[in-house]
């Protein structure tokens, strides 16, 4: 179990938007704006899309936004291609235990 | 560009000590302000941070976690290495290397990871 909790999957068509949720707790994601996501293609290393819950690092695409409500943050993707079909993974600051967590990983798959 | 590549023996028994070294080209590991991370994904499963050591040479773990993990680094290779005590089959995860700015650490933890190595796959079993 993943102190975190995505979606196992989710899938869509090209062009649609699609969203990713994780879901924390107030010890993590409701309490700091230090939600990271990464994307992974099989094989590949993690790459981050978007840090600090809404910021997109250079040369990442603005079809890849976050935001953050309660203690859920959302990764979306729009405009699909089929090369964001990877996995995706969040992350946060938890003061339970003053460590980074991840979440379990979605499996998008673009159809 | 920086670029980080572990290396590792792939196939252990239990009890045995892990020991994993990642190889950083493009950047010094001992200059600039950067921490220098180790991460698992167990198969099928989410990632777990291990720990950092930094480019002062501090270490930090997650407490999580038992204290069988020690971080060191080499910097006359530019390296830094993980060494895990007595493993079991719950040790079985590809391990990274990993590389934060140190404006994303504090003193417990780094918060992203903006460079990754491939990853190595180490298998613990009888």
């Known amino acids: 179990q993943s102190p975190l909790t995505q979606p196992a999957y989710v899938s869509g068509s090209p062009g649609q938007s699609i969203t990713i949720s994780c879901i924390g707790t107030?010890?993590?994601?409701?309490?700091?704006?230090?939600v990271t996501w990464y994307q992974q293609h099989p094989d590949k290393a993690p790459r981050v899309m978007i840090f600090?819950?809404?910021n997109r690092p250079s040369g990442v695409s603005n079809r890849f936004s976050g935001s953050k409500s309660d203690n859920t943050a959302s990764l979306t993707i729009s405009g699909l291609r089929a090369e964001d079909e990877a996995d995706y993974y969040c992350s946060s600051y938890t003061s339970s235990t003053t460590s980074v967590v991840f979440g379990g990983g979605t499996k998008l798959t673009v159809l | 560009q920086v670029q980080l590549q572990e290396s590792g023996p792939g196939l252990m028994k239990p009890s045995q000590t892990l020991s994993l070294t990642c190889t950083v080209s493009g950047g010094s590991i001992s200059s600039g302000d950067f921490y220098w991370s180790w991460i698992r994904q167990h198969p099928q499963k989410g990632l777990e941070w291990i720990g950092y050591?930094?480019?002062?040479?501090?270490?930090y773990y997650n407490p999580s976690l038992k204290s069988r993990f020690a971080i060191s680094a080499d910097t006359s290779k530019n390296q830094f290495s993980l060494k895990v005590n007595s493993v079991t089959a719950a040790d079985t995860a590809v391990y990274y290397c990993a590389r934060t700015p140190g404006q994303y650490c504090s003193f417990t933890t780094c918060r992203q990871f903006d460079s990754w190595g491939q990853g190595t796959l180490v298998t613990v079993s009888s």
């Open positions: 600090d819950v809404t």
């Open positions: 050591i930094s480019y002062s040479g501090r270490t």
């Open positions: 107030s010890s993590d994601v409701g309490r700091y704006d230090y």
